[in-house]
C-alpha cells in the first residue's frame, strides 16, 4: 500500500452481535484513534470525517474548512467488555474540551471537540459525563454532543496512521503517543 493511499474505505458498522458505534471528535485524528485501538473491548476503529454538511468529502476540503466536518475517530466495541462510560473517560483524558476549534498546535473546526451519539443513552451518559467533567474545568467545555450523522471514511493512508508508523496499538499499551503531521 502506498503511504498516500487515497483510496476511500467503506464505513465500518457493527460487525459482531451485542457491539456498538461510538464516534468521538478531540483534535487530530491519528493520536485519538491510538487511544482507542488501545483499549481492550474495542473491536475495530476507522478514521474520517463527520458533523458537517452532507456530501462525501476527502483531507483537503475538509481542512480548508469549508465543510464543516470534524475529524473524528467511529469505533465499535463490546459493551459487555468496557463500557461507554469508560470511552468517554478516554475521550475526555485525550484532549483538552475547553480549546474550541483547536487542540494544542492544531487549529481549525476540524479539530474541534465533539461526541457524536449513537443512542438515547449515549447521549445520556455524554451530556451526564460532561457536566462532571466540567467541575475540573476553569474555563467553560466547549464540546459539542450531537447526534451522529453520516460518517465518511478518511482515505486509506489515515487509517491507522500511527500503528503502521510504527507505535504500538496492543490492547493495555500506555506507550506515550507521539503525534505528527
Known amino acids: 500500500m502506498s503511504s498516500k493511499d487515497k483510496t476511500i474505505p467503506t464505513a465500518i458498522t457493527a460487525s459482531q452481535e451485542g457491539t456498538e458505534l461510538a464516534t468521538f471528535a478531540a483534535g487530530c485524528f491519528w493520536s485519538v484513534e491510538l487511544v482507542f485501538q488501545r483499549k481492550e473491548g474495542v473491536v475495530q476503529t476507522q478514521v474520517g470525517y463527520t458533523g458537517g454538511r452532507e456530501g462525501a468529502t476527502d483531507y483537503r476540503e475538509v481542512c480548508s474548512g469549508a465543510t464543516g466536518h470534524a475529524e473524528a475517530v467511529l469505533l465499535e466495541f463490546d459493551p459487555k467488555v468496557i463500557s461507554y462510560d469508560t470511552l468517554l473517560t478516554a475521550f475526555w483524558n485525550k484532549h483538552d474540551p475547553t480549546q474550541g476549534s483547536r487542540q494544542g498546535g492544531d487549529i481549525g473546526t ?39 450523522g453520516t460518517f465518511y471514511p478518511a482515505e486509506v493512508y489515515h487509517q491507522k496512521y500511527l500503528e503502521n508508523g510504527g507505535q504500538c496499538a496492543a ?4 506507550d506515550n503517543i ?3 503531521g
Not at 476540524?110 to 445520556?124: G, N, P
Not at 490492547?171 to 500506555?174: E, H, L, N, R, V
Open 178 to 180: 507521539r503525534c505528527y
Open 171 to 174: 490492547k493495555g499499551c500506555s
Open 110 to 148: 476540524q479539530y474541534r471537540s465533539a461526541i457524536f451519539v449513537h443512542s438515547d443513552e449515549q447521549l445520556k451518559l455524554a451530556e451526564a459525563s460532561k457536566a462532571e467533567r466540567q467541575k475540573l474545568h476553569d474555563s467553560p467545555i466547549t464540546t459539542e454532543i450531537l447526534r451522529a
